[in-house]
T-cell receptor, first 108, second 114 residues
Framework: GQSLEQPSEVTAVEGAIVQINCTYQ??????LSWYQQHDGGAPTFLSY??LDGLEETGRFSSFLSRSDSYGYLLLQELQMKDSASYFC?????????WGAGTKLIIKP | SQTIHQWPATLVQPVGSPLSLECTVE??????LYWYRQAAGRGLQLLFY??????ISSEVPQNLSASRPQDRQFILSSKKLLLSDSGFYLC?????????????FGPGTRLTVL
Protein backbone atom coordinates (compact mmCIF):
# COMPACT_ATOMS: atom_id res chain seq x y z
CA GLY A 1 0.00 0.00 0.00
CA GLN A 2 0.88 3.67 -0.03
CA SER A 3 1.10 5.70 3.15
CA LEU A 4 2.46 8.90 4.59
CA GLU A 5 3.03 9.39 8.30
CA GLN A 6 3.20 12.75 10.02
CA PRO A 7 2.43 13.79 13.60
CA SER A 8 -1.18 14.76 14.19
CA GLU A 9 -0.34 17.80 16.31
CA VAL A 10 2.68 19.90 17.23
CA THR A 11 2.80 22.74 19.75
CA ALA A 12 5.41 25.51 19.77
CA VAL A 13 5.99 28.99 21.14
CA GLU A 14 5.88 32.19 19.11
CA GLY A 15 9.35 33.07 17.84
CA ALA A 16 10.63 29.51 18.13
CA ILE A 17 11.58 26.93 15.49
CA VAL A 18 9.49 23.84 14.78
CA GLN A 19 10.08 20.81 12.59
CA ILE A 20 7.27 18.68 11.14
CA ASN A 21 8.40 15.25 9.97
CA CYS A 22 6.97 13.11 7.21
CA THR A 23 7.83 9.53 6.32
CA TYR A 24 6.39 7.87 3.27
CA GLN A 25 5.96 4.52 1.63
CA UNK A 26 4.75 4.73 -1.98
CA UNK A 27 5.01 2.62 -5.11
CA UNK A 28 6.45 5.50 -7.12
CA UNK A 29 8.16 8.71 -6.09
CA UNK A 30 8.89 11.91 -7.98
CA UNK A 31 8.99 14.41 -5.16
CA LEU A 32 7.63 15.64 -1.84
CA SER A 33 5.45 18.71 -1.46
CA TRP A 34 4.19 20.64 1.55
CA TYR A 35 0.90 22.51 1.83
CA GLN A 36 -0.52 24.83 4.47
CA GLN A 37 -4.21 24.99 5.35
CA HIS A 38 -5.76 27.48 7.74
CA ASP A 39 -9.01 26.54 9.47
CA GLY A 40 -11.90 26.85 7.04
CA GLY A 41 -9.63 27.60 4.10
CA ALA A 42 -8.19 25.71 1.16
CA PRO A 43 -4.67 24.23 1.10
CA THR A 44 -1.96 26.41 -0.39
CA PHE A 45 1.35 25.23 -1.79
CA LEU A 46 4.45 25.88 0.34
CA SER A 47 7.39 23.96 -1.09
CA TYR A 48 8.60 21.09 -3.24
CA UNK A 49 11.63 18.79 -3.00
CA UNK A 50 12.47 16.66 -6.00
CA LEU A 51 16.07 15.98 -4.98
CA ASP A 52 17.77 15.26 -1.67
CA GLY A 53 18.66 18.26 0.41
CA LEU A 54 17.28 21.46 1.80
CA GLU A 55 15.07 24.00 0.00
CA GLU A 56 14.67 27.37 1.66
CA THR A 57 11.89 29.87 1.11
CA GLY A 58 12.00 32.71 3.60
CA ARG A 59 11.15 31.45 7.08
CA PHE A 60 10.18 28.01 5.73
CA SER A 61 12.58 25.27 4.69
CA SER A 62 11.91 21.75 3.50
CA PHE A 63 14.25 18.78 3.49
CA LEU A 64 14.19 15.46 1.66
CA SER A 65 16.15 12.23 2.02
CA ARG A 66 15.03 9.79 -0.67
CA SER A 67 17.15 6.94 0.71
CA ASP A 68 15.37 7.26 4.07
CA SER A 69 11.91 7.99 2.56
CA TYR A 70 11.81 10.96 4.88
CA GLY A 71 11.31 14.67 4.74
CA TYR A 72 10.55 17.55 7.03
CA LEU A 73 9.23 21.08 7.02
CA LEU A 74 11.08 23.58 9.18
CA LEU A 75 9.39 26.77 10.27
CA GLN A 76 11.52 29.48 11.85
CA GLU A 77 10.64 32.62 13.79
CA LEU A 78 7.15 31.31 14.34
CA GLN A 79 4.33 33.81 14.12
CA MET A 80 0.76 33.40 15.33
CA LYS A 81 -0.40 33.45 11.70
CA ASP A 82 1.53 30.20 11.14
CA SER A 83 -1.10 28.39 13.20
CA ALA A 84 -2.54 26.01 10.63
CA SER A 85 -2.48 22.42 9.45
CA TYR A 86 0.48 21.31 7.37
CA PHE A 87 0.26 18.45 4.89
CA CYS A 88 3.03 16.52 3.22
CA UNK A 89 2.17 15.00 -0.13
CA UNK A 90 4.13 12.62 -2.34
CA UNK A 91 4.02 12.94 -6.11
CA UNK A 92 3.57 9.41 -7.33
CA UNK A 93 2.48 8.37 -10.81
CA UNK A 94 1.33 11.93 -11.60
CA UNK A 95 -0.92 12.11 -8.55
CA UNK A 96 -0.49 13.58 -5.11
CA UNK A 97 -0.77 11.17 -2.19
CA TRP A 98 -1.56 13.13 0.95
CA GLY A 99 -0.64 12.71 4.58
CA ALA A 100 -3.33 13.23 7.22
CA GLY A 101 -1.90 16.61 8.22
CA THR A 102 -0.19 18.09 11.27
CA LYS A 103 -2.02 20.73 13.27
CA LEU A 104 0.49 23.35 14.44
CA ILE A 105 -0.55 25.16 17.61
CA ILE A 106 1.43 28.26 18.48
CA LYS A 107 1.37 29.73 21.97
CA PRO A 108 2.33 33.32 22.75
CA SER B 1 -2.77 34.67 -14.06
CA GLN B 2 -4.72 31.55 -13.27
CA THR B 3 -7.76 31.48 -11.03
CA ILE B 4 -10.06 28.72 -9.91
CA HIS B 5 -13.67 29.19 -8.93
CA GLN B 6 -15.97 26.93 -6.95
CA TRP B 7 -19.58 27.37 -6.03
CA PRO B 8 -21.52 27.39 -3.91
CA ALA B 9 -19.39 28.19 -0.85
CA THR B 10 -21.77 26.45 1.54
CA LEU B 11 -24.64 24.08 0.98
CA VAL B 12 -27.15 22.34 3.24
CA GLN B 13 -29.03 19.49 1.62
CA PRO B 14 -31.45 16.81 2.87
CA VAL B 15 -30.58 13.14 2.64
CA GLY B 16 -31.65 11.71 -0.69
CA SER B 17 -31.49 14.99 -2.59
CA PRO B 18 -29.29 15.49 -5.67
CA LEU B 19 -26.03 17.42 -5.73
CA SER B 20 -24.16 19.46 -8.30
CA LEU B 21 -20.95 21.30 -7.50
CA GLU B 22 -19.15 23.24 -10.18
CA CYS B 23 -15.53 24.22 -10.60
CA THR B 24 -14.03 26.36 -13.35
CA VAL B 25 -10.46 27.37 -14.05
CA GLU B 26 -9.33 30.49 -15.89
CA UNK B 27 -6.02 31.45 -17.40
CA UNK B 28 -4.71 28.04 -18.40
CA UNK B 29 -5.42 25.38 -20.99
CA UNK B 30 -5.79 21.62 -20.64
CA UNK B 31 -5.23 21.53 -16.89
CA UNK B 32 -5.40 18.38 -14.79
CA LEU B 33 -8.46 18.72 -12.56
CA TYR B 34 -9.19 17.11 -9.20
CA TRP B 35 -12.04 16.72 -6.72
CA TYR B 36 -11.16 16.12 -3.07
CA ARG B 37 -13.24 15.66 0.05
CA GLN B 38 -12.04 16.56 3.51
CA ALA B 39 -13.82 15.50 6.67
CA ALA B 40 -13.50 17.80 9.68
CA GLY B 41 -9.98 17.66 11.12
CA ARG B 42 -8.83 15.12 8.57
CA GLY B 43 -6.68 14.91 5.48
CA LEU B 44 -7.68 15.16 1.84
CA GLN B 45 -9.33 12.23 0.10
CA LEU B 46 -8.99 12.21 -3.69
CA LEU B 47 -12.37 11.47 -5.28
CA PHE B 48 -11.83 12.04 -9.00
CA TYR B 49 -9.23 13.39 -11.36
CA UNK B 50 -9.29 14.28 -15.02
CA UNK B 51 -6.52 14.76 -17.55
CA UNK B 52 -8.81 15.93 -20.36
CA UNK B 53 -12.36 16.52 -21.56
CA UNK B 54 -14.51 13.48 -20.90
CA UNK B 55 -11.65 11.63 -19.15
CA ILE B 56 -12.50 10.87 -15.53
CA SER B 57 -10.70 8.56 -13.12
CA SER B 58 -12.41 7.53 -9.90
CA GLU B 59 -10.35 6.81 -6.83
CA VAL B 60 -13.03 5.82 -4.33
CA PRO B 61 -16.24 3.86 -5.04
CA GLN B 62 -19.19 5.88 -3.80
CA ASN B 63 -22.46 7.45 -4.86
CA LEU B 64 -20.70 10.45 -6.40
CA SER B 65 -19.81 11.02 -10.04
CA ALA B 66 -17.81 13.63 -11.92
CA SER B 67 -17.92 15.06 -15.41
CA ARG B 68 -15.75 17.36 -17.46
CA PRO B 69 -17.92 18.78 -20.23
CA GLN B 70 -15.42 21.51 -21.15
CA ASP B 71 -11.66 21.86 -20.88
CA ARG B 72 -11.77 24.06 -17.78
CA GLN B 73 -15.00 22.91 -16.16
CA PHE B 74 -15.28 20.08 -13.65
CA ILE B 75 -18.58 19.04 -12.07
CA LEU B 76 -19.21 16.81 -9.07
CA SER B 77 -22.65 15.23 -8.85
CA SER B 78 -24.78 12.86 -6.87
CA LYS B 79 -28.27 11.54 -7.52
CA LYS B 80 -29.02 10.84 -3.85
CA LEU B 81 -26.96 12.29 -1.02
CA LEU B 82 -26.07 10.28 2.07
CA LEU B 83 -25.28 11.61 5.54
CA SER B 84 -21.70 10.43 5.02
CA ASP B 85 -21.34 12.79 2.05
CA SER B 86 -21.04 15.76 4.39
CA GLY B 87 -17.65 17.42 4.22
CA PHE B 88 -15.50 20.08 2.66
CA TYR B 89 -15.22 19.59 -1.11
CA LEU B 90 -12.20 21.02 -2.82
CA CYS B 91 -11.49 21.38 -6.51
CA UNK B 92 -7.88 21.74 -7.64
CA UNK B 93 -5.93 22.09 -10.86
CA UNK B 94 -2.37 21.44 -11.93
CA UNK B 95 -0.39 21.95 -15.10
CA UNK B 96 -0.54 18.83 -17.24
CA UNK B 97 3.10 19.01 -18.23
CA UNK B 98 4.61 19.82 -14.82
CA UNK B 99 6.39 16.96 -13.10
CA UNK B 100 6.10 18.70 -9.75
CA UNK B 101 2.31 18.43 -9.98
CA UNK B 102 1.82 21.45 -7.74
CA UNK B 103 -1.90 21.71 -7.18
CA UNK B 104 -3.84 24.94 -6.79
CA PHE B 105 -7.07 24.79 -4.86
CA GLY B 106 -10.36 26.57 -5.14
CA PRO B 107 -12.04 28.05 -2.04
CA GLY B 108 -14.06 24.89 -1.41
CA THR B 109 -17.70 24.03 -0.78
CA ARG B 110 -18.78 23.09 2.71
CA LEU B 111 -21.60 20.54 2.33
CA THR B 112 -23.84 19.51 5.20
CA VAL B 113 -26.27 16.67 4.59
CA LEU B 114 -29.11 16.50 7.14
Amino acid sequence: GQSLEQPSEVTAVEGAIVQINCTYQTSGFYGLSWYQQHDGGAPTFLSYNGLDGLEETGRFSSFLSRSDSYGYLLLQELQMKDSASYFCAVISNYQLIWGAGTKLIIKP
Amino acid sequence: SQTIHQWPATLVQPVGSPLSLECTVEGTSNPNLYWYRQAAGRGLQLLFYSVGIGQISSEVPQNLSASRPQDRQFILSSKKLLLSDSGFYLCAWSMASASTDTQYFGPGTRLTVL
